[in-house]
């Protein structure tokens, strides 16, 4: 490789170890921080790496390693015609998704962890990764990926230092995270949350991968919330191995945000302007694969309304001095589903991997390009799989898998926030809670105050999607579109929400609303037009925080009167309209008897808040509820 200038041995901790350096790389002696040098020995020393690599980020860095993947086969460069400096990687059958049931939070008890995630005594977790770790880097090059999460300097940001022994992992880093030397020079002798990921799949000295390595007998994916470390074993894929995004921007910083009283959030920020030219920012939690991308992206079809992007994915939020809640988005890059995304339903997405993206699990045109279900209507002809197969050897696979993402620089997007790099973050009006429920629950409805929208945050259930490795379509509580990703106790997240209307002025707190863009009719067709439509609701939203839209009360909270939300030429028949803004008090209060008895799972950590709120909700349907004799 000819940009590597030399491969040295520095460093006495690390004499007998070689380092690859480039012109202008971060070299050894750049690491000041005491913690960073003695982990990285530490990790060297269990893990024994052929060579170690600093990222420093740059752009020399990134083309070699993506130069040495396409050698290496590990990546296809597509047509730089019509998608420039982009690439095609192919995961395996058995690593396409995040694995819930292989994810744990190894709190010192398991009290801590709660009945919603997996645990393992820190101690006994540690020893068996230490034993998975030893020596699963043999062969390969060891990397070392500082990063920030947030714009640099951000009261709100923290840095992160991934280790990892996949070079797809470092490219995908760098678009998702402010990454390389810039973060090192933040760091300086302060704290960091170590990531060790390995994709688990040692070499033997001269060999090469032989496709996308992992290890599916060996997953863990494992947090450590007191001493805030991550350890990651055998995945390459999304969630499990960048492990900047779920691992650290929720798990850990939920627990984070726990002792420091703010929030990490499973959830996407965007700027509003009105046709006036008045701007507000609202956030919303949907579960995986629900439609954050799509809202954040969003090209309303109402004249002279106008989204901005912040973030697709997670926000942190916290409390200013003004007392109300600023969000920063983390990540740098949006790691957004492939399946879907046309043109039709989300352009400023199509506008954003036109060029510098990488595309995980998608089909292969003949000319070179990409492909996926929803993009346009049939494939091209000798399209390939993800799977790198066609014609027949293809015949039972969709040629996306449907959990195939793209990673794309945030900074590409055409609908990008000026704010996107502002350290004091965004205030939030709005926060918007969502899944995919093809019947119940509306299309939009509207909180009472924060402690009813917290409730609404808790009863938050939605259909399963390809995010996950599970069941699709089957129905689950998702609290708060968090259940895969609160790195503690769900009860003592719930009284973590609450506890905001008491650290300021509840006045200045944003306004709760739940959405429903998934409704269906009777032949699974969906009721509402969704995508670009979403826009109305927005619309709706931002004008009854500005007291120019009216609502009537229901028993589950206040819903669009028939004017007030704007249908304009949307040419819905009024059955559909009352079926989108109905409050089916039967159906709900079957509901709120799940409810009930999902509750039961979070014990005395349960706040009593919630339970009055659940009574109250019941008191009001039935208050509605017709008598059965009425019926007759
Ligand atoms: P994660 O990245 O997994 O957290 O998901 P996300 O919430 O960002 O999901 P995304 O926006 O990528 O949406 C996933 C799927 O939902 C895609 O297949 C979209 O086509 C579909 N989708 C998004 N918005 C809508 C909508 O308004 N209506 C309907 N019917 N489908 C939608
Ligand atoms: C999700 O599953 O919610 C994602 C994708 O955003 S992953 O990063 O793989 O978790
Ligand atoms: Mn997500």
Not at 497 to 515: A, I, N, Q
């Amino acid at each position: 490789m000819a940009s590597i200038k030399r491969v040295v041995s520095v460093f006495c901790f690390l004499s007998c170890f070689s380092f690859r350096e480039m012109d202008g790389s971060v070299v050894l002696k750049d690491l000041q921080n005491d913690k960073l040098r003695l982990w990285i020995e530490e990790v060297q020393e269990l893990c024994e790496p052929d060579q170690i690599h600093i990222c420093d980020g740059t752009e020399e860095e990134n083309a070699l390693l993506l130069k040495e993947m396409v050698e290496t086969k590990s990546l296809i460069p597509l047509h730089g015609k019509f998608r420039p400096n982009s690439f095609l990687a192919r995961s395996s059958f058995e690593d396409v998704a995040r694995v819930e049931d292989r994810t744990f939070i190894c709190s010192s008890s398991i009290d801590d962890a709660g009945p919603t995630n997996n645990w393992k005594d820190p101690n006994e977790m540690k020893s068996l990764l230490k034993s998975l770790f030893k020596g699963c880097m043999r062969g390969r090059t060891m990397y070392v990926i500082p990063f920030s999460m947030g714009p640099i300097g951000s009261s709100i940001a923290q840095i992160g230092v991934e280790i990892t022994d996949s070079p797809y992992v470092v490219c995908n880093m760098r678009i998702m995270t402010r990454m390389g030397r810039e973060a090192l020079n933040a760091l300086k002798d302060q704290d960091f949350v170590p990531c060790l990921h390995s994709v688990g799949v040692p070499l033997e000295a001269g060999k090469m991968d032989n496709g996308w390595p992992c290890n599916p007998q060996n997953k863990y994916i494992v947090h450590f919330p007191q001493t805030k470390e991550i350890w990651s074993y055998g995945s390459g894929y999304g969630g499990n191995a960048l492990l900047a995004k779920k691992c650290f921007a929720l798990r850990i910083a939920s627990q984070m945000g726990k002792e420091e009283g703010w929030l990490a959030e499973h959830m996407l920020i965007l700027g509003i302007e009105n046709p006036d030219g008045k701007k507000k920012y609202f956030a919303a939690a949907f579960p995986s694969a629900c439609g954050k991308t799509n809202l954040a992206m969003l090209q309303s079809s109402l004249p002279g309304w106008k989204i901005t992007l912040v973030g697709d994915d997670i926000a942190w939020m916290k409390l200013g001095e003004d007392g109300k809640l600023y969000a920063i988005n983390p990540e740098a890059g949006m790691f957004g589903v492939a399946p879907g995304t046309s043109f039709q339903t989300n352009p400023n997405a199509m506008e954003t991997i036109k060029s510098d993206t990488i595309f995980t699990n998608v089909g292969l045109t003949q000319d070179g390009d990409v492909w996926w279900e929803g993009m346009d209507k049939d494939p091209p002809k000798n399209c390939t799989n993800w799977l790198g197969d066609m014609g027949e050897a293809a015949l039972d696979q969709k040629i996306a898998h449907p959990n195939a993402r793209y990673t794309t620089p945030i900074k590409g997007c055409p609908t990008v926030d000026p704010a996107f790099d502002d350290p004091k973050g965004v205030p939030i009006s709005a926060i918007l809670f969502g899944g995919r429920r093809a019947s119940v629950v509306p299309l939009v409805f509207e909180s009472k105050n924060w402690r009813h929208g917290t409730f609404l945050g808790t009863i938050v259930s939605s259909e399963g999607t390809a995010a996950a490795n599970g069941p699709i379509g089957k129905l689950r509580h998702d609290p708060f579109a968090m259940l895969p990703f609160c790195g503690y106790h769900m009860g003592d997240y719930f009284s973590h929400w609450l506890s905001f209307e008491k650290r300021g002025d509840p006045s200045l707190l944003p306004t709760v609303y739940y959405v429903n863009w998934f409704l269906k009719d009777g032949s699974g067709s969906f009721l509402w037009p969704g995508f670009r439509e979403n826009g109305r609701v927005l619309k709706w939203i931002f004008e009854r925080l500005d007291g120019t839209a009216s609502a009537e009360s229901t028993p589950i909270g206040n819903m669009p009167t028939p004017t007030s939300l704007d249908l304009n030429d949307l040419n819905l028949s009024i059955e559909t309209v009352g079926k989108l803004l109905t409050v089916d008090v039967g159906a709900w209060l079957n509901e709120v008897e799940e409810l009930k008895n999902y509750y039961k799972i979070f014990g005395e950590k349960f706040p009593s808040e919630i339970v009055e709120e659940l009574h109250l909700l019941e008191a009001a349907l039935v208050d509605k509820n017709p008598k059965p004799t009425e019926s007759f």
